[in-house]
T-cell receptor, first 111, second 113 residues
Framework: ETGVTQSPTHLIKTRGQQVTLRCSSQ?????VSWYQQALGQGPQFIFQ???????GRGNFPPRFSGLQFPNYSSELNVNALELDDSALYLC??????????FGSGTRLTVV | QQQVKQSPQSLIVQKGGIPIINCAYE??????FPWYQQFPGKGPALLIA?????SEKKEGRFTISFNKSAKQFSLHIMDSQPGDSATYFC????????????FGQGTTLQVKP
């Protein structure tokens, strides 16, 4: 176990729906980053949260949003799902300046 | 300027061979270069990382070589084993925020027994 837990592991949604993915980080890690990994590609940075505030965003539209909570858990919300949103979504927790630990991800399929 | 280019896309070696995976970056602000290993159905796991003040770093059977002037770095796996069969990703970022990684496209390694 990596200490970073993501739920659910798999999810199927219909185009246009909304989805919430969850991540439980290691205690003491004040930063969480979310990534999207399309099949056969490297992970792409979506955004990062530091002490419950968004702290950097990649090239993703506003329908991708997030939250970080005081208990080190976080959420990734995606509105108006599109077929191209089908991917593995990864969260990673750590401290800035050091290595980050990834969870096993949530496999989202949009049909 | 934010890209990290990784090659080859796939690699097959015999057990005991030394696979080499190469990466190149453009952004000179990058100063933290990790390598991740990913097995099917799992998230990436940090293998080894290097900063540009050294040209080589070894951890067990894994070695990173770094060429700052060429903006290139590579991973060597010594005495490769079938259990090393996985997808490997290089990444780059600034050390002040190592949670914002720019990943390469990945290399799928198969080590034959």
């Amino acid at each position: 176990e990596t200490g970073v837990t993501q739920s659910p592991t798999h999810l199927i949604k219909t185009r246009g729906q909304q989805v919430t993915l969850r991540c439980s980080s290691q205690s003491g890690h004040n930063t969480v980053s979310w990534y999207q990994q399309a099949l056969g590609q490297g992970p792409q940075f979506i955004f990062q949260y530091y002490r419950e505030e968004e702290n950097g965003r990649g090239n993703f539209p506003p329908r991708f949003s997030g939250l970080q909570f005081p208990n080190y858990s976080s959420e990734l919300n995606v509105n108006a799902l599109e077929l191209d949103d089908s991917a593995l979504y990864l969260c990673a927790s750590g401290d800035r300046g050091r290595g980050y630990t990834f969870g096993s991800g949530t496999r989202l399929t949009v049909v | 300027q934010q890209q990290v280019k990784q090659s080859p896309q796939s690699l097959i070696v015999q057990k005991g061979g030394i696979p080499i995976i190469n990466c190149a970056y453009e952004n000179t602000a990058f100063d933290y270069f990790p390598w991740y290993q990913q097995f099917p159905g799992k998230g990436p796991a940090l293998l080894i990382a290097i900063r540009p003040d050294v040209s080589e770093k070894k951890e067990g059977r894994f070695t990173i070589s770094f060429n700052k002037s060429a903006k290139q770095f590579s991973l060597h796996i010594m005495d490769s084993q079938p259990g090393d069969s996985a997808t490997y990703f290089c990444a780059a970022t600034v050390s002040s925020n190592t949670g914002k990684l720019i990943f390469g496209q990945g290399t799928t390694l198969q080590v034959k027994p």
